[in-house]
């Protein structure tokens, strides 16, 4: 590599401003709100005054942030296995071409790639609990009689439900393609050895193509947990957290507290709670990129 | 241990065009060593893989071991096959790749580890069992490939091109392994080359292929000195035969045949003046560049090669005089190729 | 061929079962959003009225009030004119660095390349709140500049991690051969690495656009005036009257606004996965 003088400081040149920005930008935040979570700031207030545990002490006390926690580990959890199942039976069957594929693909994107609140307008226009193109068919088919139907987003389980309903909806596209991408990286001598060898449709599969694909499905799982846990759109705009607490996130909890209630610090405090997560998420990914790289 | 048939067997990728294979009837002999040798494009590889059973034929028959196998699947027909990147499984143990083929076929537990030492001794690997493919060499995977292929102890191997990934050091040795281990198993075996040199090396007997059709069968010898078409004549043997033409016959003699007159002892043999140009020397021996100079054939461009031990100099655009045995001399028709004496 | 065809067409109907469901799941909201756009109000809040059928004649009434009656228009525009800009910043500040990352740091700027993807993975909803306090000490509280200034935050990593692994897949023979030919390293870099990374800036381009239009958090945090906000938050909060949803309205700004910027997400696809794949798994 040609280290010539010239280039010493042409390099650190390009990318200083990039860096800079992100520090200015991503990193003082960070410490601010560490900061904040050991302050009384509120939305008006300027300066900063440190009160210790306080916040942190308040908020595990509080009823809602601990649903909040259940909430985001069991919607997060429950989407991600939907999604590693739906995905993967979806990439099987895209795998190969076929007549009007181009158009499927484009049909089975759109979740993803319409914006978050927008789709999830959608959804809450067909879980609406008059209007509900759900209730009607299931009252068409006589499974429930006229307004005997379940309010989907007005009973915490079903609200519940469809929290993880509408989060699982937005993955699968993101999910497929990294999947289908995953299954072209197989060589395709490798399912004929197996072939070849005696296995069958199943043994191929669990024995042979997942594990193969463990690099990009690791992938896949890490940022759709990312997408999932981080996110407070979706509860924001199907139930702003109703029925009761039933579908209140961290993230959208923290939003109510810090914004809407105007307590900056008690805000802080709960998305605070996000970093063990993004931390663990984090290392594994840096884990299966270090381990692809030695293959 | 079983016989091969294939009944005019075809394979049609796109309807309207031309085969990859065209019509190709053949069987093998028991426990013998079959080469399909080709260029590329010949249809050698996908003749092998419907005989695996990876590709279903347009129409024709395959027969292992008397059975019709032409609509089983691969599993059902008690092959294996050796593929030209080997196929390991890259996250499965030596060990577990060449167990593998035991558990699809739901070989009770207790005999997999006899069975995988077995065959593992047999091919001289048994101190990588716990390596991945990843930390093999290039030598050393072939041969993971191939314990994996006799573990289940098949009717029949199939090998595609095993030796192209090998550096051409490890090639040599690596084919007389591969003979020596063919020998002592006694197991049917095909092999796909594009490599006329293995294939003379390695097979009882040669199935020569061009554009999806079989242009001859026949032990090396056989093919190598009766070649049936100009296209046998000239893929085999390197520098490949001359051929001159004239009124509508075709004239073939090898470069190993065509020599300086004075060092053939048969009286019969046919005189062929020959100008010479340019020669390269390969330390064994010496390949001679030239044109024909006299008779019908002149100013066509022949090629002689001789042992080195041949000490003779030649002066560039002097004519020398050469000859040909009678016998080392093939007629085909001009217009088929195809070999009239 | 009797057993070999049977077995085909069996996994052929399964697979073509498999593709309707997962078409109907996940593209049913769009189809449902083009209906009631497209359903006068009356037809639409008749309980008893099938839904899939036009009781009554279709109407353009909500596109109308959608385009005059609301700010949707105004939304749009404040949503492209951010996108441009915050692609403007993105390319001018992560192109230089993945190169620089790429090709003239050597080991450690492998590693600083993975710790700028690395907070990627920091999300708005625990930066929103400190930020927010940023932008109103800035004065940007409540104006466009606001978001212009934090979403480069969210784009210049991926940015930077998408166009680093595209850098180094072009050979350096190529900005050798040019310096050879008396450019200087930077020249080299803007005269011959640039153009052929057309395809890559392009991506990135498109990343970036989308993820403007796709964000909420931010812009609802930092954005109250309705004339100032972006599409993504505009629709759901302001086509709102108290407890009332104009759903008529809501659906057709929703498909208004989601269409355009799939058909060109679509275009790109193939692109973003290959970033995504090839940055992370070799």
């Given amino acids: ?295 | 241990m079983a016989v091969v048939e294939t009944r005019s067997l075809t394979k049609v990728f796109k309807e309207g065009t031309l085969g990859a294979v065209n019509d190709v009837s053949l069987a093998t002999g028991e426990g013998e060593f079959l080469v399909f040798l080709g260029p590329s494009g010949s249809g050698k590889t996908t003749l092998l893989r419907m005989i695996a059973g990876l590709e279903t034929p347009t129409s024709g028959a395959i027969l292992i071991g008397g059975r019709d196998v032409t609509n089983l699947s691969p599993r059902e027909r008690r092959i294996a096959m050796v593929f030209q990147s080997y196929a390991l499984y890259p996250h499965l143990s030596v060990y577990n790749n060449i167990a593998f083929p035991l558990k699809a076929q739901k070989v009770p537990r207790d005999q997999h580890r006899k069975k995988v030492e077995w065959a593992a001794g047999l091919l001289g690997i048994g101190a990588l069992l716990d390596r991945k493919p990843r930390e093999l060499s290039g030598g050393e995977r072939q041969r993971v490939a191939l314990a994996r292929a006799i573990v289940r102890e098949p009717a029949v191997f199939l090998l595609d091109e095993p030796l192209s990934n090998l550096d051409a050091k490890l090639r040599t040795s690596a084919r007389a392994e591969l003979e020596q281990f063919q020998k002592r198993v006694g197991t049917t075996t095909i092999y796909v080359t594009h490599d006329q040199v293995e294939a003379m090396a390695m097979g009882d007997r040669v199935v020569v292929m061009d554009k999806g059709r079989v242009r001859q069968t026949g032990t090396p010898a056989e093919v190598y000195d009766e070649p049936a078409d100009t296209f046998v004549a000239t893929f085999l043997g390197s520098p490949p035969m001359n051929l001159v033409s004239g009124g509508g016959t075709i004239t073939g003699f090898r470069p190993e045949h065509f020599l300086p007159a004075l060092a053939l002892a048969d009286p019969g043999s046919v005189p062929m003046r020959f100008t010479f140009s340019h020669e390269e020397y390969l330390g064994a021996e010496r390949i001679l560049y030239g044109t024909l100079a006299d008779g019908a054939f002149a100013g066509s461009k022949a090629v002689s090669r001789i042992a080195s031990t041949h000490a003779g100099r030649f002066a560039k655009d002097s004519t020398y005089d050469f000859a040909v045995e009678k016998g080392r001399l093939k007629l085909f028709d001009a217009a088929t190729g195809i070999r009239k004496a | 061929m009797a057993r070999g065809t049977l077995r085909e067409a069996g996994a052929k109907s399964v697979k073509a079962l498999v593709l309707a469901f997962f078409v109907v799941a996940l593209g049913f909201p769009f189809f449902w959003m083009v209906v009631a756009t497209f359903k006068q109000n009356i037809d639409l809040y008749t309980v008893e009225n099938n839904p899939f059928l036009f009781n009554l004649p279709p109407t353009l009434e909500h596109l109308r009030f959608l385009f005059v009656e609301t700010r949707f228009v105004r939304w749009l525009g404040n949503t492209a004119l951010v996108g441009v800009l915050v692609v403007a910043i993105t390319l001018a500040l992560a192109v230089p660095a993945a190169y620089a990352l790429a090709r003239l740091a050597g080991r450690w700027g492998e590693r600083l390349g993975i710790a700028i993807f690395l907070t990627y993975l920091i999300p708005p909803t625990l930066l929103f709140i400190p930020l927010s306090r940023v932008v109103a000490v800035l004065g940007l509280q409540d104006s466009i500049f606001s978001v212009v200034l934090v979403y480069p935050t969210m784009t210049i990593p991926f940015s930077i991690w998408l166009l680093m692994g595209f850098f180094k897949s072009i050979p350096r023979e190529l900005e050798d051969a040019a310096m050879v030919d008396g450019l200087t390293r930077f020249g080299a870099f803007v005269r011959m690495v640039v153009p052929v990374s057309v395809s890559g800036i392009l991506t990135v381009v498109i990343f970036s656009f989308t993820l403007v239009t796709q964000e909420f958090v931010y812009a609802l945090t930092f954005i109250s005036p309705e004339r100032n906000q972006m599409v993504g938050v505009g629709i759901p909060i302001y086509l709102v009257r108290g407890d009332v949803y104009y759903w008529g309205s809501l659906m057709a700004a929703c498909l208004v606004a989601s269409l355009p910027i799939a058909v060109v997400y679509n275009l790109f696809l193939d692109r973003f996965i290959a970033g995504f794949t090839v940055g992370s798994v070799k």
């Fill in chain 1, 1 to 295: 590599m040609s280290a010539r003088s010239g280039d010493r400081w042409l390099g650190p040149a390009m990318f200083l401003p990039a860096i800079a920005y992100i520090l200015a930008l991503v990193g003082v935040p960070l410490v601010l709100a560490v900061l904040y979570a050991f302050s009384d700031a509120r939305i008006g207030t300027s300066g900063i005054h440190l009160v210790g545990f306080e916040n942190f002490r308040s908020v595990l006390e509080s009823p809602s942030f601990r649903k909040a926690i259940r909430n985001s580990i069991v919607f997060t959890l429950s989407a991600q296995a939907i999604v590693i199942l739906c995905s993967n039976v979806l990439a099987m069957a895209l795998e190969k071409p076929f007549r009007g594929r181009g158009l499927v693909r484009f049909v089975i994107l759109l979740p993803w790639v319409a914006p978050v609140s927008l789709g999830t307008i959608g959804w809450k226009w067909i879980l609406d609990s008059i209007y509900s193109v759900i209730t009607w068919v299931l009252v068409a088919l006589h499974v429930y009689k006229p307004y005997a139907a379940p309010m989907w987003l007005g009973e915490p389980r079903l609200a519940m439900a469809s929290v993880v309903l509408v989060h699982c909806w937005r993955l699968i596209p993101f999910s497929t393609v990294i999947m289908l991408a995953g299954r072209t990286a197989i060589p395709k001598e490798i399912p004929e050895a197996a072939a070849i060898d005696g296995a069958g449709f199943w043994r191929t599969l669990f024995q042979i193509n997942l594990p193969m694909m463990t690099p990009i499905l690791s992938v896949a799982v890490l940022f759709g947990i990312i997408f999932t846990f981080t996110d407070m759109t979706v509860v924001y705009i199907l139930t702003a957290g109703g029925p009761f607490d039933s579908t209140q996130t961290l993230p959208s909890l923290a939003f109510a507290t810090g914004i809407a209630g105007s307590d900056l610090a008690a805000g802080a405090a709960i998305s605070l709670f996000l970093v063990p997560v993004l931390v663990g998420v984090a290392y594994l990914m840096l884990r299966v990129a270090h381990r692809t790289e030695v293959v």
